[in-house]
């Protein structure tokens, strides 16, 4: 009954979805009046506001499976699991030195970089990889505006985090 672009569009946003109709019921519930129900909408429309941002950015972030893999975010470690010829790996969040998004044969990856030197190429469109948005947003002083606009840039190789304290790893792409 309704179109499948429109469906994938609608599940994609869906938390955004979500934002507006509470904001909506916050509005709502201030529009009642009296002394109690005005701070409590507002409150709760405020509240709705910033999880509205979060959840457009986040919206940014997601892209349809498209790649081959998997990418798993359990207990502080970033997981790919790759098909065919890609190889996976794991990356401890708290190791992470220096997150770069590259483009190799016109496919777009997340390099994760550890301090010792170990990276992992995640695809950007594997399954599971809208979980890395979280787990990025963990990551001290990164800028999550920054990294979402990145993936709608048509820039080759992008330095998008380094992790504070640590010399420059890998003096080569930028």
Known sequence: MIRPELRERLHRHRELIAAIAAIAAGLWIASLGGWL?????????AAAC???????????????????????VIEGRIGYFGAG?????????????????LTLRSARYWRLKTADGQAILVPV???????????FAALPDIDMRRLTAALESDIVA???WTRQGLRDLDTRAR
């Open 125 to 135: 469109a594997a399954a599971g990889a809208e979980a890395l948005y979280d787990a």
């Open 37 to 45: 129900l005005i701070p409590v909408g507002l409150l709760v429309a």
């Open 158 to 160: 992008q330095r998008l």
């Open 85 to 101: 010829q890609m190889l996976g790996g794991y990356v401890s969040i708290d190791d992470l030195a220096e997150i770069r998004l």
């Open 50 to 72: 910033a999880w509205a941002t979060s959840a457009w950015r986040r919206g940014r972030f997601t892209r349809p499976v498209t790649d081959p893999g998997v990418v798993e």
